[in-house]
Protein backbone atom coordinates (compact mmCIF):
# COMPACT_ATOMS: atom_id res chain seq x y z
CA UNK A 1 0.00 0.00 0.00
CA UNK A 2 1.30 3.34 -0.78
CA UNK A 3 2.06 5.47 2.28
CA UNK A 4 2.98 9.42 2.41
CA UNK A 5 3.25 10.35 6.06
CA UNK A 6 0.45 12.06 7.46
CA UNK A 7 0.65 14.97 9.78
CA UNK A 8 -2.55 15.50 12.03
CA UNK A 9 -3.68 18.43 13.55
CA UNK A 10 -5.13 19.02 16.69
CA UNK A 11 -9.26 18.35 16.83
CA UNK A 12 -11.14 21.20 16.52
CA UNK A 13 -14.93 21.09 17.84
CA UNK A 14 -17.68 21.62 15.20
CA UNK A 15 -20.97 23.31 16.42
CA UNK A 16 -24.03 21.77 15.07
CA UNK A 17 -26.14 24.68 15.42
CA UNK A 18 -26.60 26.41 12.30
CA UNK A 19 -26.09 29.91 13.63
CA UNK A 20 -22.64 28.32 14.86
CA UNK A 21 -21.10 26.72 12.28
CA UNK A 22 -19.16 29.06 10.64
CA UNK A 23 -17.79 30.66 13.70
CA UNK A 24 -14.32 29.22 13.52
CA UNK A 25 -11.17 31.34 12.17
CA UNK A 26 -10.62 31.93 8.21
CA UNK A 27 -7.98 30.00 8.16
CA UNK A 28 -10.60 26.52 8.50
CA UNK A 29 -11.64 28.00 5.05
CA UNK A 30 -8.32 29.34 3.20
CA UNK A 31 -5.48 26.98 4.41
CA UNK A 32 -5.38 24.04 2.07
CA UNK A 33 -2.36 22.85 3.53
CA UNK A 34 -4.74 20.98 6.17
CA UNK A 35 -6.25 18.63 3.81
CA UNK A 36 -5.56 15.43 3.07
CA UNK A 37 -6.15 13.66 0.38
CA UNK A 38 -6.65 9.64 0.14
CA UNK A 39 -7.48 7.04 -2.81
CA UNK A 40 -10.15 4.23 -1.91
CA UNK A 41 -10.60 1.20 -4.62
CA UNK A 42 -13.06 -1.02 -4.15
CA UNK A 43 -12.46 -4.49 -5.93
CA UNK A 44 -15.88 -5.59 -6.95
CA UNK A 45 -16.94 -8.59 -8.25
CA UNK A 46 -18.66 -6.81 -11.34
CA UNK A 47 -16.63 -3.51 -11.10
CA UNK A 48 -13.40 -1.66 -9.43
CA UNK A 49 -13.98 1.39 -8.37
CA UNK A 50 -11.63 4.16 -7.35
CA UNK A 51 -12.76 7.40 -5.28
CA UNK A 52 -9.88 10.18 -4.64
CA UNK A 53 -11.17 12.23 -1.57
CA UNK A 54 -9.89 15.52 -0.36
CA UNK A 55 -9.84 15.10 4.00
CA UNK A 56 -10.70 18.14 5.96
CA UNK A 57 -9.20 17.94 9.49
CA UNK A 58 -10.87 21.31 10.51
CA UNK A 59 -14.42 19.66 9.39
CA UNK A 60 -13.59 16.53 10.02
CA UNK A 61 -15.50 15.47 7.39
CA UNK A 62 -14.22 14.91 3.16
CA UNK A 63 -15.65 15.38 -0.18
CA UNK A 64 -14.97 13.48 -3.46
CA UNK A 65 -12.92 15.21 -5.59
CA UNK A 66 -12.57 12.21 -8.66
CA UNK A 67 -14.52 8.96 -8.92
CA UNK A 68 -13.59 6.35 -11.18
CA UNK A 69 -15.16 2.76 -12.41
CA UNK A 70 -14.41 0.31 -14.77
CA UNK A 71 -16.18 -2.64 -15.80
CA UNK A 72 -13.66 -5.80 -14.60
CA UNK A 73 -15.93 -8.72 -13.80
CA UNK A 74 -14.23 -10.34 -11.54
CA UNK A 75 -17.00 -12.72 -10.39
CA UNK A 76 -17.01 -14.27 -14.04
CA UNK A 77 -14.89 -17.46 -12.54
CA UNK A 78 -13.81 -20.35 -14.13
CA UNK A 79 -17.35 -22.52 -14.11
CA UNK A 80 -15.60 -25.94 -12.53
CA UNK A 81 -12.93 -24.75 -10.29
CA UNK A 82 -14.18 -21.54 -9.59
CA UNK A 83 -11.24 -19.42 -9.98
CA UNK A 84 -10.52 -16.14 -11.05
CA UNK A 85 -10.12 -16.75 -15.21
CA UNK A 86 -6.64 -15.00 -16.13
CA UNK A 87 -8.70 -12.44 -18.27
CA UNK A 88 -10.35 -11.36 -15.57
CA UNK A 89 -7.36 -10.90 -13.36
CA UNK A 90 -5.83 -9.07 -16.11
CA UNK A 91 -8.52 -6.39 -16.64
CA UNK A 92 -8.29 -5.64 -12.51
CA UNK A 93 -4.29 -5.13 -13.33
CA UNK A 94 -4.97 -2.81 -16.02
CA UNK A 95 -7.56 -0.68 -13.81
CA UNK A 96 -5.55 -0.86 -10.60
CA UNK A 97 -2.25 0.21 -12.46
CA UNK A 98 -4.26 3.23 -13.88
CA UNK A 99 -5.94 4.06 -10.58
CA UNK A 100 -2.50 3.90 -9.19
CA UNK A 101 -1.25 6.35 -11.33
CA UNK A 102 -4.15 8.92 -11.23
CA UNK A 103 -4.02 8.35 -7.14
CA UNK A 104 -0.31 9.28 -7.51
CA UNK A 105 -1.11 12.39 -9.65
CA UNK A 106 -3.10 13.59 -7.23
CA UNK A 107 -0.72 13.68 -4.49
CA UNK A 108 -2.46 11.32 -1.90
CA UNK A 109 -1.20 10.46 1.25
CA UNK A 110 -2.13 7.01 0.87
CA UNK A 111 -3.79 4.06 -1.08
CA UNK A 112 -6.72 2.55 0.85
CA UNK A 113 -7.68 -1.15 -1.19
CA UNK A 114 -10.22 -3.27 -0.38
CA UNK A 115 -11.15 -6.73 -2.06
CA UNK A 116 -15.01 -8.03 -1.59
CA UNK A 117 -16.96 -11.47 -2.42
CA UNK A 118 -15.29 -12.38 -6.13
CA UNK A 119 -11.65 -12.57 -4.70
CA UNK A 120 -13.15 -14.08 -0.82
CA UNK A 121 -14.73 -16.86 -2.55
CA UNK A 122 -12.07 -17.86 -5.40
CA UNK A 123 -9.62 -20.55 -4.45
CA UNK A 124 -6.86 -18.75 -6.16
CA UNK A 125 -7.85 -15.06 -4.29
CA UNK A 126 -5.32 -14.43 -2.11
CA UNK A 127 -2.31 -15.95 -4.91
CA UNK A 128 -3.96 -12.96 -6.96
CA UNK A 129 -3.74 -10.46 -4.11
CA UNK A 130 -0.60 -11.38 -4.17
CA UNK A 131 0.92 -11.10 -7.44
CA UNK A 132 -0.88 -7.53 -7.06
CA UNK A 133 1.42 -6.88 -4.24
CA UNK A 134 4.57 -8.27 -6.20
CA UNK A 135 3.16 -6.38 -9.71
CA UNK A 136 1.93 -3.35 -8.32
CA UNK A 137 3.42 -2.59 -5.12
CA UNK A 138 -0.23 -2.08 -3.88
CA UNK A 139 -1.49 -4.15 -0.67
CA UNK A 140 -4.78 -5.05 -0.88
CA UNK A 141 -7.31 -5.93 2.43
CA UNK A 142 -9.15 -9.36 1.61
CA UNK A 143 -12.15 -8.33 3.66
CA UNK A 144 -14.66 -10.27 5.32
CA UNK A 145 -18.82 -9.93 4.49
CA UNK A 146 -19.29 -8.55 8.62
CA UNK A 147 -16.62 -6.03 7.39
CA UNK A 148 -17.77 -5.07 3.88
CA UNK A 149 -21.33 -4.04 6.07
CA UNK A 150 -19.37 -2.31 8.34
CA UNK A 151 -17.40 0.06 5.96
CA UNK A 152 -20.59 0.12 4.28
CA UNK A 153 -22.33 1.33 6.97
CA UNK A 154 -19.80 4.23 7.50
CA UNK A 155 -19.91 4.67 4.23
CA UNK A 156 -23.30 5.66 4.11
CA UNK A 157 -23.37 7.51 7.53
CA UNK A 158 -21.22 9.87 6.35
CA UNK A 159 -23.46 11.36 3.50
CA UNK A 160 -26.98 11.09 4.85
CA UNK A 161 -28.62 12.05 8.54
CA UNK A 162 -29.93 8.74 10.49
CA UNK A 163 -31.54 11.49 13.27
CA UNK A 164 -33.26 9.16 16.00
CA UNK A 165 -34.37 6.71 13.39
CA UNK A 166 -32.94 3.23 12.93
CA UNK A 167 -31.78 2.62 9.03
CA UNK A 168 -31.61 -0.57 7.27
CA UNK A 169 -28.95 -0.23 4.29
CA UNK A 170 -28.78 -2.41 1.71
CA UNK A 171 -26.29 -3.38 -0.18
CA UNK A 172 -26.79 -5.32 -3.45
CA UNK A 173 -23.43 -6.48 -4.78
CA UNK A 174 -21.92 -8.62 -7.24
CA UNK A 175 -21.41 -11.60 -5.27
CA UNK A 176 -23.07 -10.80 -1.56
CA UNK A 177 -25.13 -8.89 -0.55
CA UNK A 178 -24.94 -6.85 2.70
CA UNK A 179 -28.00 -5.54 5.30
CA UNK A 180 -27.26 -3.37 8.14
CA UNK A 181 -29.56 -2.14 10.82
CA UNK A 182 -27.78 0.68 12.15
CA UNK A 183 -28.39 4.20 14.28
CA UNK A 184 -26.43 7.40 14.27
CA UNK A 185 -24.81 5.93 17.09
CA UNK A 186 -23.41 2.35 15.88
CA UNK A 187 -24.74 -0.67 14.07
CA UNK A 188 -27.00 -2.91 15.89
CA UNK A 189 -26.27 -5.96 13.23
CA UNK A 190 -24.10 -6.21 10.25
CA UNK A 191 -25.06 -9.01 8.01
CA UNK A 192 -23.67 -10.72 4.46
CA UNK A 193 -24.71 -13.14 2.37
CA UNK A 194 -23.77 -15.13 -0.53
CA UNK A 195 -26.27 -13.38 -2.92
CA UNK A 196 -25.70 -10.89 -5.69
CA UNK A 197 -26.77 -9.90 -9.22
CA UNK A 198 -24.22 -11.95 -11.07
CA UNK A 199 -23.58 -14.70 -9.06
CA UNK A 200 -27.32 -14.91 -9.13
CA UNK A 201 -27.39 -14.21 -12.86
CA UNK A 202 -24.21 -16.46 -13.17
CA UNK A 203 -25.65 -19.82 -11.29
CA UNK A 204 -29.69 -19.51 -12.33
CA UNK A 205 -30.90 -17.01 -15.15
CA UNK A 206 -29.29 -18.70 -18.25
CA UNK A 207 -32.22 -18.33 -20.28
CA UNK A 208 -33.38 -14.87 -21.98
CA UNK A 209 -36.79 -14.85 -21.22
CA UNK A 210 -37.83 -15.94 -17.63
CA UNK A 211 -40.60 -18.33 -17.11
CA UNK A 212 -42.90 -18.00 -14.72
CA UNK A 213 -41.94 -21.35 -12.92
CA UNK A 214 -38.58 -20.16 -13.16
CA UNK A 215 -39.23 -16.62 -11.35
CA UNK A 216 -40.89 -17.99 -8.72
CA UNK A 217 -38.16 -20.45 -8.07
CA UNK A 218 -35.77 -17.31 -8.31
CA UNK A 219 -37.92 -15.09 -5.73
CA UNK A 220 -37.86 -18.25 -2.99
CA UNK A 221 -33.99 -19.32 -3.62
CA UNK A 222 -33.43 -15.12 -2.58
CA UNK A 223 -36.00 -15.40 -0.10
CA UNK A 224 -34.22 -18.18 1.61
CA UNK A 225 -30.88 -16.86 0.95
CA UNK A 226 -31.80 -13.86 2.66
CA UNK A 227 -34.48 -15.36 5.59
CA UNK A 228 -31.35 -15.32 8.25
CA UNK A 229 -29.86 -12.14 7.66
CA UNK A 230 -33.47 -10.83 7.89
CA UNK A 231 -34.35 -12.81 10.58
CA UNK A 232 -31.26 -11.20 13.14
CA UNK A 233 -32.43 -8.00 12.10
CA UNK A 234 -36.17 -7.90 12.76
CA UNK A 235 -35.15 -9.38 16.12
CA UNK A 236 -32.90 -6.32 17.09
CA UNK A 237 -35.37 -3.80 16.25
CA UNK A 238 -37.25 -2.09 18.82
CA UNK A 239 -40.77 -2.57 19.09
CA UNK A 240 -42.96 0.25 17.39
CA UNK A 241 -39.77 1.66 16.19
CA UNK A 242 -40.25 3.06 12.45
CA UNK A 243 -37.46 1.89 9.98
CA UNK A 244 -35.77 3.91 7.10
CA UNK A 245 -34.77 1.88 4.58
CA UNK A 246 -31.15 3.24 2.39
CA UNK A 247 -30.65 1.17 -0.59
CA UNK A 248 -26.70 1.54 -1.84
CA UNK A 249 -24.38 0.07 -4.84
CA UNK A 250 -24.60 0.06 -8.83
CA UNK A 251 -27.61 -2.09 -8.71
CA UNK A 252 -29.89 0.03 -6.27
CA UNK A 253 -28.87 3.27 -8.28
CA UNK A 254 -29.35 2.06 -11.59
CA UNK A 255 -33.19 1.17 -10.72
CA UNK A 256 -33.27 4.03 -9.48
CA UNK A 257 -32.20 5.71 -12.52
CA UNK A 258 -35.08 3.33 -14.61
CA UNK A 259 -37.56 4.43 -12.19
CA UNK A 260 -36.74 8.25 -12.19
CA UNK A 261 -37.25 7.57 -16.58
CA UNK A 262 -40.16 6.41 -16.29
CA UNK A 263 -41.27 9.23 -14.75
CA UNK A 264 -39.74 11.55 -16.92
CA UNK A 265 -37.41 12.76 -13.80
CA UNK A 266 -34.53 13.49 -14.90
CA UNK A 267 -31.88 13.71 -12.23
CA UNK A 268 -28.51 15.03 -11.65
CA UNK A 269 -27.78 12.95 -8.72
CA UNK A 270 -29.49 9.18 -7.30
CA UNK A 271 -28.18 10.53 -4.22
CA UNK A 272 -31.42 11.10 -1.55
CA UNK A 273 -33.85 9.51 -4.26
CA UNK A 274 -36.75 7.80 -3.10
CA UNK A 275 -39.13 5.27 -5.03
CA UNK A 276 -41.55 2.90 -3.51
CA UNK A 277 -42.14 -0.97 -3.95
CA UNK A 278 -45.02 -0.43 -5.94
CA UNK A 279 -43.00 1.81 -8.33
CA UNK A 280 -40.47 -1.10 -8.01
CA UNK A 281 -42.97 -3.91 -9.03
CA UNK A 282 -43.83 -1.94 -12.37
CA UNK A 283 -40.94 -1.92 -13.18
CA UNK A 284 -39.59 -5.57 -13.00
CA UNK A 285 -43.21 -6.01 -15.07
CA UNK A 286 -41.45 -3.88 -17.71
CA UNK A 287 -38.37 -5.42 -17.45
CA UNK A 288 -38.84 -8.96 -17.93
CA UNK A 289 -41.25 -8.31 -20.50
CA UNK A 290 -38.21 -7.10 -22.27
CA UNK A 291 -35.56 -9.11 -24.64
CA UNK A 292 -31.95 -8.40 -23.62
CA UNK A 293 -31.20 -6.23 -26.29
CA UNK A 294 -34.64 -4.36 -25.49
CA UNK A 295 -32.57 -3.25 -21.98
CA UNK A 296 -29.55 -3.15 -23.68
CA UNK A 297 -31.20 0.03 -25.04
CA UNK A 298 -31.86 1.54 -22.24
CA UNK A 299 -30.13 4.74 -21.53
CA UNK A 300 -29.86 4.35 -18.11
CA UNK A 301 -27.85 1.08 -18.26
CA UNK A 302 -24.55 0.34 -19.36
CA UNK A 303 -24.41 -2.64 -21.71
CA UNK A 304 -22.91 -4.83 -18.22
CA UNK A 305 -25.30 -3.37 -16.13
CA UNK A 306 -28.37 -4.43 -18.42
CA UNK A 307 -27.24 -8.12 -18.03
CA UNK A 308 -27.73 -8.04 -14.31
CA UNK A 309 -30.66 -5.81 -13.60
CA UNK A 310 -33.03 -8.42 -13.67
CA UNK A 311 -31.44 -10.59 -10.94
CA UNK A 312 -29.99 -7.79 -8.36
CA UNK A 313 -33.85 -5.78 -8.98
CA UNK A 314 -35.70 -9.45 -8.21
CA UNK A 315 -33.32 -9.49 -5.03
CA UNK A 316 -34.25 -5.62 -3.92
CA UNK A 317 -38.04 -6.12 -4.45
CA UNK A 318 -37.99 -9.71 -2.46
CA UNK A 319 -35.77 -7.64 1.07
CA UNK A 320 -38.60 -5.07 0.64
CA UNK A 321 -41.08 -7.38 1.01
CA UNK A 322 -39.50 -9.70 3.75
CA UNK A 323 -38.55 -6.11 5.27
CA UNK A 324 -42.45 -4.79 4.88
CA UNK A 325 -40.67 -1.82 3.37
CA UNK A 326 -43.02 0.25 1.23
CA UNK A 327 -39.93 2.25 -0.02
CA UNK A 328 -36.67 3.30 -0.47
CA UNK A 329 -34.47 6.09 -0.24
CA UNK A 330 -30.88 5.81 -2.39
CA UNK A 331 -27.29 6.48 -1.17
CA UNK A 332 -24.24 7.25 -3.78
CA UNK A 333 -21.91 6.57 -0.81
CA UNK A 334 -21.02 3.04 0.20
CA UNK A 335 -17.81 0.99 1.00
CA UNK A 336 -15.50 2.99 -0.68
CA UNK A 337 -16.60 6.28 1.79
CA UNK A 338 -16.49 3.82 4.08
CA UNK A 339 -12.93 3.31 3.62
CA UNK A 340 -11.83 7.01 4.01
CA UNK A 341 -14.16 7.10 6.91
CA UNK A 342 -12.25 4.21 8.87
CA UNK A 343 -8.68 5.51 7.37
CA UNK A 344 -9.74 9.24 9.09
CA UNK A 345 -11.05 6.82 12.59
CA UNK A 346 -7.36 5.28 12.29
CA UNK A 347 -5.90 8.52 11.38
CA UNK A 348 -7.06 10.56 14.41
CA UNK A 349 -9.18 12.67 12.45
CA UNK A 350 -12.67 11.95 13.67
CA UNK A 351 -13.40 10.83 17.61
CA UNK A 352 -16.14 8.72 17.02
CA UNK A 353 -19.68 7.93 15.02
CA UNK A 354 -21.09 11.41 16.58
CA UNK A 355 -18.77 13.43 15.61
CA UNK A 356 -18.98 12.34 11.44
CA UNK A 357 -23.47 12.17 11.92
CA UNK A 358 -23.95 15.21 14.14
CA UNK A 359 -23.74 18.30 11.52
CA UNK A 360 -24.04 16.28 8.29
CA UNK A 361 -25.84 19.24 7.02
CA UNK A 362 -24.17 21.67 7.97
CA UNK A 363 -20.82 19.98 7.08
CA UNK A 364 -21.58 19.72 3.50
CA UNK A 365 -22.91 23.70 3.34
CA UNK A 366 -19.59 24.77 4.42
CA UNK A 367 -17.60 22.37 2.09
CA UNK A 368 -19.90 24.35 -0.84
CA UNK A 369 -19.37 27.59 0.78
CA UNK A 370 -15.33 26.88 0.76
CA UNK A 371 -15.19 25.59 -2.35
CA UNK A 372 -17.28 28.45 -4.15
CA UNK A 373 -15.16 31.37 -2.16
CA UNK A 374 -18.20 32.60 0.16
CA UNK A 375 -17.98 35.38 2.26
CA UNK A 376 -18.37 33.33 5.36
CA UNK A 377 -18.93 36.36 7.52
CA UNK A 378 -21.68 38.39 5.08
CA UNK A 379 -23.48 35.10 4.31
CA UNK A 380 -23.21 33.91 8.57
CA UNK A 381 -24.82 37.76 8.75
CA UNK A 382 -27.87 36.91 6.25
CA UNK A 383 -28.25 33.54 7.46
CA UNK A 384 -28.70 34.90 10.92
CA UNK A 385 -31.06 37.50 10.44
CA UNK A 386 -33.29 34.77 8.12
CA UNK A 387 -33.45 32.49 10.88
CA UNK A 388 -34.80 35.86 13.08
CA UNK A 389 -37.19 36.49 10.67
CA UNK A 390 -38.33 32.73 10.50
CA UNK A 391 -38.32 32.77 14.22
CA UNK A 392 -40.30 35.78 14.53
CA UNK A 393 -43.31 35.74 11.67
CA UNK A 394 -44.46 31.87 11.87
CA UNK A 395 -48.26 32.45 11.02
CA UNK A 396 -47.45 35.85 9.38
CA UNK A 397 -44.86 35.88 6.53
CA UNK A 398 -44.86 31.97 6.48
CA UNK A 399 -47.08 29.15 7.73
CA UNK A 400 -44.12 26.21 7.61
CA UNK A 401 -44.11 23.65 9.94
CA UNK A 402 -40.68 23.05 10.36
CA UNK A 403 -39.22 21.78 7.36
CA UNK A 404 -38.27 24.79 5.56
CA UNK A 405 -36.20 26.16 8.24
CA UNK A 406 -32.91 24.63 7.34
CA UNK A 407 -33.68 24.62 3.75
CA UNK A 408 -33.48 28.55 4.36
CA UNK A 409 -30.74 28.16 6.35
CA UNK A 410 -28.40 26.58 3.85
CA UNK A 411 -29.73 28.94 1.19
CA UNK A 412 -28.60 31.91 3.48
CA UNK A 413 -25.24 30.40 3.66
CA UNK A 414 -24.87 29.44 0.00
CA UNK A 415 -27.22 32.07 -1.95
CA UNK A 416 -23.85 34.43 -2.97
CA UNK A 417 -22.03 31.46 -4.32
CA UNK A 418 -22.55 32.68 -7.73
CA UNK A 419 -20.91 36.45 -7.43
CA UNK A 420 -18.10 34.98 -8.73
CA UNK A 421 -19.31 34.17 -12.33
CA UNK A 422 -21.64 37.14 -13.00
CA UNK A 423 -22.31 39.82 -10.23
CA UNK A 424 -25.53 41.08 -12.05
CA UNK A 425 -27.64 37.53 -12.52
CA UNK A 426 -25.87 36.31 -9.32
CA UNK A 427 -28.82 34.35 -8.51
CA UNK A 428 -29.03 32.63 -11.60
CA UNK A 429 -25.74 30.84 -11.30
CA UNK A 430 -26.04 30.55 -7.82
CA UNK A 431 -28.99 27.88 -8.71
CA UNK A 432 -26.71 26.14 -10.87
CA UNK A 433 -24.06 25.92 -8.41
CA UNK A 434 -25.86 24.65 -5.72
CA UNK A 435 -28.43 22.96 -7.92
CA UNK A 436 -25.06 20.86 -9.48
CA UNK A 437 -23.13 20.71 -6.32
CA UNK A 438 -23.21 18.19 -3.15
CA UNK A 439 -25.80 18.75 -0.58
CA UNK A 440 -25.43 15.56 1.80
CA UNK A 441 -27.83 15.14 3.94
CA UNK A 442 -30.35 16.44 2.37
CA UNK A 443 -33.01 14.48 0.03
CA UNK A 444 -33.06 15.25 -3.36
CA UNK A 445 -36.03 17.46 -3.19
CA UNK A 446 -34.64 19.43 -0.86
CA UNK A 447 -31.75 19.61 -2.69
CA UNK A 448 -33.67 20.96 -5.47
CA UNK A 449 -35.48 23.84 -2.69
CA UNK A 450 -32.45 24.88 -1.61
CA UNK A 451 -31.13 25.85 -4.80
CA UNK A 452 -34.95 27.33 -6.04
CA UNK A 453 -34.26 29.16 -2.76
CA UNK A 454 -31.09 30.53 -3.45
CA UNK A 455 -32.54 31.29 -6.98
CA UNK A 456 -35.90 33.95 -6.24
CA UNK A 457 -34.58 35.40 -3.33
CA UNK A 458 -33.85 38.98 -5.66
CA UNK A 459 -35.16 40.25 -8.60
CA UNK A 460 -37.95 37.92 -10.34
CA UNK A 461 -40.69 36.03 -8.68
CA UNK A 462 -41.08 32.40 -9.86
CA UNK A 463 -42.24 31.39 -13.28
CA UNK A 464 -43.58 28.83 -15.02
CA UNK A 465 -40.96 28.84 -17.31
CA UNK A 466 -38.42 28.97 -15.36
CA UNK A 467 -36.36 25.18 -14.93
CA UNK A 468 -35.83 26.16 -11.10
CA UNK A 469 -39.52 25.79 -10.56
CA UNK A 470 -40.07 23.55 -13.10
CA UNK A 471 -37.67 20.98 -11.29
CA UNK A 472 -40.32 21.59 -8.51
CA UNK A 473 -42.90 19.47 -8.91
CA UNK A 474 -44.54 19.21 -5.57
CA UNK A 475 -47.03 21.91 -4.97
CA UNK A 476 -46.38 21.90 -0.97
CA UNK A 477 -42.42 22.13 -1.71
CA UNK A 478 -43.45 25.24 -3.82
CA UNK A 479 -44.84 26.89 -1.23
CA UNK A 480 -41.87 26.59 1.01
CA UNK A 481 -39.52 27.76 -1.96
CA UNK A 482 -42.04 30.96 -2.17
CA UNK A 483 -42.40 31.60 1.37
CA UNK A 484 -38.40 31.09 2.38
CA UNK A 485 -37.28 32.97 -0.95
CA UNK A 486 -38.90 36.18 0.37
CA UNK A 487 -37.39 35.19 4.06
CA UNK A 488 -34.20 35.69 2.24
CA UNK A 489 -34.66 38.34 0.20
CA UNK A 490 -35.59 40.29 3.43
CA UNK A 491 -32.57 39.09 5.27
CA UNK A 492 -30.44 39.98 1.83
CA UNK A 493 -31.74 43.68 2.06
CA UNK A 494 -30.21 43.98 5.25
CA UNK A 495 -26.81 43.04 4.40
CA UNK A 496 -26.18 46.39 2.54
CA UNK A 497 -22.42 47.32 3.56
CA UNK A 498 -18.83 44.82 4.06
CA UNK A 499 -19.10 45.26 8.09
CA UNK A 500 -21.90 44.12 10.80
CA UNK A 501 -23.82 47.77 11.41
CA UNK A 502 -27.36 45.83 12.83
CA UNK A 503 -26.59 44.58 15.76
CA UNK A 504 -30.45 42.70 16.43
CA UNK A 505 -33.55 43.09 15.01
CA UNK A 506 -36.81 43.12 16.88
CA UNK A 507 -40.32 42.42 15.84
CA UNK A 508 -43.80 44.01 16.56
CA UNK A 509 -46.87 42.61 15.13
CA UNK A 510 -50.50 42.91 14.94
CA UNK A 511 -52.95 41.68 12.39
CA UNK A 512 -52.04 42.33 9.23
CA UNK A 513 -48.97 43.99 10.28
CA UNK A 514 -45.37 43.83 10.68
CA UNK A 515 -42.82 46.02 12.29
CA UNK A 516 -38.82 45.15 11.76
CA UNK A 517 -37.19 47.47 14.05
CA UNK A 518 -33.47 47.90 13.16
CA UNK A 519 -31.43 47.79 16.25
CA UNK A 520 -27.68 49.40 15.47
CA UNK A 521 -24.42 48.11 16.41
CA UNK A 522 -22.13 50.26 18.46
CA UNK A 523 -20.73 53.71 17.12
CA UNK A 524 -22.60 53.12 13.84
CA UNK A 525 -24.37 56.63 12.99
CA UNK A 526 -27.18 55.55 11.07
CA UNK A 527 -28.87 52.57 9.36
CA UNK A 528 -30.32 54.79 6.61
CA UNK A 529 -28.97 52.77 3.74
CA UNK A 530 -30.37 49.34 5.48
CA UNK A 531 -33.73 50.85 6.08
CA UNK A 532 -34.25 51.82 2.50
CA UNK A 533 -33.41 48.58 1.39
CA UNK A 534 -35.62 46.77 3.26
CA UNK A 535 -38.25 49.39 2.53
CA UNK A 536 -37.86 48.54 -1.11
CA UNK A 537 -39.26 45.01 -0.93
CA UNK A 538 -42.61 46.53 1.04
CA UNK A 539 -44.44 46.11 -2.13
CA UNK A 540 -43.82 42.20 -2.62
CA UNK A 541 -44.45 41.30 1.06
CA UNK A 542 -47.85 43.25 0.47
CA UNK A 543 -48.63 40.82 -2.75
CA UNK A 544 -47.23 37.74 -1.50
CA UNK A 545 -48.60 37.54 2.02
CA UNK A 546 -51.08 40.67 1.93
CA UNK A 547 -49.17 42.19 4.92
CA UNK A 548 -48.22 45.20 5.65
CA UNK A 549 -44.33 45.66 6.30
CA UNK A 550 -43.40 48.51 8.20
CA UNK A 551 -39.44 49.61 8.78
CA UNK A 552 -38.24 51.49 11.96
CA UNK A 553 -35.11 52.15 13.12
CA UNK A 554 -34.03 51.98 17.17
CA UNK A 555 -32.67 55.91 17.39
CA UNK A 556 -32.46 55.51 21.25
CA UNK A 557 -29.69 53.05 20.45
CA UNK A 558 -27.49 55.79 18.79
Known amino acids: ?71 TRLGNRDAETGNLTNSAKDRVMETLK ?9 KVNEILLAATSAV ?30 RLIYLGVLSGMPFGNLPHLVLDIGGGSTELILADDNDARALTSSKLGA ?78 SKEKLDKLIEKLLSMTPEQRRKLSSLSERRSEIIVPGALILQVAMKMLKAEEVVLSERALREGLVV ?85 HKHSWYLIRHGELLGYSHSEHLMVAAIARYHRKSLPKKRHEAWQAIEDKEHRKIVSEMSLLLRLSVSLDCRPDRVISSLKFFTQPGEVNINLIPAVNIQNLDLEKWSLSNCIPIVKSLTGVDLKVSVDINEF
Not at 373 to 402: C, M, P, W
Open 198 to 275: VSLKRDFVKDDQLSQQRLQFLRTFIEGSLEPAVNKILARIKEGEKQVLVATSGTALAIGALTASEENNLLIGMHGYKF
Open 342 to 426: DWMFRKGLLKDRFSLQGSIRERTVAHQAERFSVNRQRSERVANYALDIYDNTQGIFHHDKGLGRNLLWAAAMLHSCGQHINLASY
Open 98 to 106: RFKDIAISH
Open 1 to 71: MSKIPVEISGDESFSTNPRETFKSKDSRFRNNEKIRRVAAVDIGTNSTHLVIASVDPSLHTFSIDLAEKSS
Open 120 to 149: REAPNGQDFLNQIKNDLELEVELISGPEEA
